[in-house]
Nanobody, 128 residues
C-alpha cells in the first residue's frame, strides 16, 4: 500500500486560498488514481476531485468545480489541491487517498470505498 501524508490545512477567511499537499511513499511504477475527499461533522465523506498519476487527468466534484485545482509533481511524489474562492461550506477535514489503476470511468473513483490507502487528514476551516 501507498503511505500518504497530508499537510497545508488551516484557517482562512471566505474568498481566500489554501494549498493542500499529499506526499506519497511506497508507490510503485503502476498507475494510480489519487483522490481528494472531505468530511464535515455529521456528514458523509464527499469526493472533491481526483487525478491519475501517470496521465495527469483530473476530475472534480460539482461543488468545487472551477474553484479547486488538482495537480501532481512526479519528482516529489506529491499531489496538490489548490483551493481558491473558499466558502464557509468548504470547512471540513480533507483527506487524500490512493488506489491502483486508472482505467475506470471517473464515476467509479468518486466513491471512497474504491480507495485502499488514506492519509490522516488535515483540517480546513473557512470563516465568514
Amino acid at each position: 500500500q501507498v503511505q500518504l501524508v497530508e499537510s497545508g490545512g488551516g484557517l482562512v477567511q471566505a474568498g481566500g486560498s489554501l494549498r493542500l499537499s499529499c506526499a506519497a511513499s511506497g508507490r510503485t511504477a503502476s498507475s494510480y488514481t489519487m483522490g481528494w475527499f472531505r468530511q464535515a461533522p455529521g456528514k458523509e465523506r464527499e469526493f472533491v476531485g481526483g487525478i491519475t498519476w501517470n496521465e495527469g487527468n483530473t476530475y472534480y466534484g460539482d461543488s468545487v468545480k472551477g474553484r479547486f485545482t488538482i495537480s501532481r509533481d512526479n519528482a516529489k511524489n506529491t499531489v496538490y489541491l489548490q483551493m481558491d474562492s473558499l466558502k464557509p461550506e468548504d470547512t471540513a477535514v480533507y483527506y487524500c487517498a490512493a488506489v491502483k489503476g486508472s482505467d475506470r470511468p471517473w464515476t467509479y473513483y468518486t466513491s471512497p470505498t474504491r480507495y485502499d490507502s488514506w492519509g490522516q487528514g488535515t483540517q480546513v476551516t473557512v470563516s465568514s
